[in-house]
């Protein structure tokens, strides 16, 4: 009765968004126009998207500014279900949130990295992220260097990350970004043991607890495949948090002498127990339908509890990938069978 009490507008609310979700057939439709003004035009009779591209003009749109439109719907979902929220939920959706800031230090890393697109984030999305924020998003929409970027980061725990990286030798972009989300995930960890309890936890240690996991998985694999690191560069791309895995499994894994044995070490984990080989490939698929079906289970499990909104919040993430996906598809004109191929799990 409970969960009902402190779920059920929220529980409603998310049914409401859902149902705003694109379909298949939206996908199928998108692949097949001939340009993206035709995709943008459409996306426009979509109530989700029609809030951030009324206005715009499809025929002068670019690229960039559009993904950051598409992301940017994102964010309001998540500002519309943060406002239903009471204290205690506010406080996991907050670290969440977390996600978000970082995505945006990413974006501003990148333009450092590779002197990119500088138009930083809309003042719309600036506004939206203020209210949860200490980053200074105007002066990280103009940061050119990281000495700019750090300055715009004084007000937040990011600073104190990203300046402890300093270790004598030149960074770079691959190893900010990989401190970004180790901080992430460690600290959505630490936290929730804080602030959530019964089926709130239970659904963020399977839901995360899992993610972390496959994350450690397919770093590992990749080290040991692409890279010669030594173990203790191996050890710091590792997220410092085991649910599914055991310590004695990862070690194992950094230490062996070649792929061959960490598909074997692999074979016999948990994971490698219920699904078989895993290639690269596999592990990159498991990653997303594994998790899509974690989130789906937790949200039929427990209708009434934090597991609707991780869920949804998932499921929209999910649709912003394929439809970027599916935009540069139409953008550089291929075949629509050969579009949807990308985005199948």
């Not at 402190?6 to 692949?31: H, P, Q, V």
């Not at 709130?200 to 993610?211: A, H, I, P």
């Not at 290639?279 to 949200?299: A, M, P």
């Amino acid at each position: 009765m409970g969960g009902v009490m402190s779920y059920g507008a929220l529980a409603t609310k998310i049914r409401a968004m859902k149902s705003y979700l694109l379909k298949e057939k939206d996908f199928r439709n998108l692949a097949q126009m001939e340009n993206v003004s035709q995709a943008i035009s459409y996306l426009k009779q979509i109530p989700s998207y029609r809030i951030v591209l009324e206005g715009q003009d499809e025929s002068k749109l670019q690229q960039r500014e559009l993904e950051r439109l598409v992301v940017g719907t994102l964010y309001y979902d998540f500002s519309k279900l943060y406002r239903f929220c009471d204290k205690r939920q506010k406080k996991l959706l907050e670290c969440y949130f977390r996600k978000f800031e970082i995505s945006v230090i990413k974006r501003a890393l990148r333009r450092i990295f590779n002197h990119g697109d500088r138009t930083g984030e809309s003042r719309e999305l600036r506004s939206f992220f203020q209210k949860l924020s200490n980053i200074h998003m105007e002066e990280l929409s103009q940061a050119e260097t990281i000495p700019d970027l750090l300055t715009a980061l004084r007000d937040t725990s990011y600073k104190k990350i990203l300046s402890g990286l300093d270790n004598g030798n030149e960074l770079t972009l691959f190893d900010y970004e990989m401190a970004l989300d180790l901080y992430y995930f460690s600290e959505i960890w630490k936290q929730k043991d804080k602030i959530l309890r019964g089926a709130d936890l239970e659904m963020v240690n399977r839901t995360f607890g899992s993610q972390i996991d496959l994350l450690n998985l397919t770093w590992l694999r990749r080290a040991k495949k692409y890279y010669q690191l030594p173990l203790t560069s191996i050890y710091s791309l590792v997220i410092p948090v085991v649910y599914r895995l055991r310590h004695e499994e990862i070690r194992a894994m950094a230490t062996a002498a070649d792929e061959k044995e960490l598909r074997e070490i692999l074979a016999r984990t948990y994971y490698g127990r219920h699904f078989g080989e895993l290639t690269e490939g596999e592990l990159e698929k498991l990653y997303r339908g594994f998790l899509g079906q974690v989130y789906g289970e937790e949200r039929r499990k427990n209708p009434y509890s934090l597991a609707v909104v991780t869920a949804y919040l998932h499921d929209k993430e999910e649709e912003i990938d394929k439809l970027t996906t599916v935009l540069e598809g139409v953008r550089y004109g291929l075949e629509p069978r050969e579009t949807l191929a990308y985005i199948k799990a």
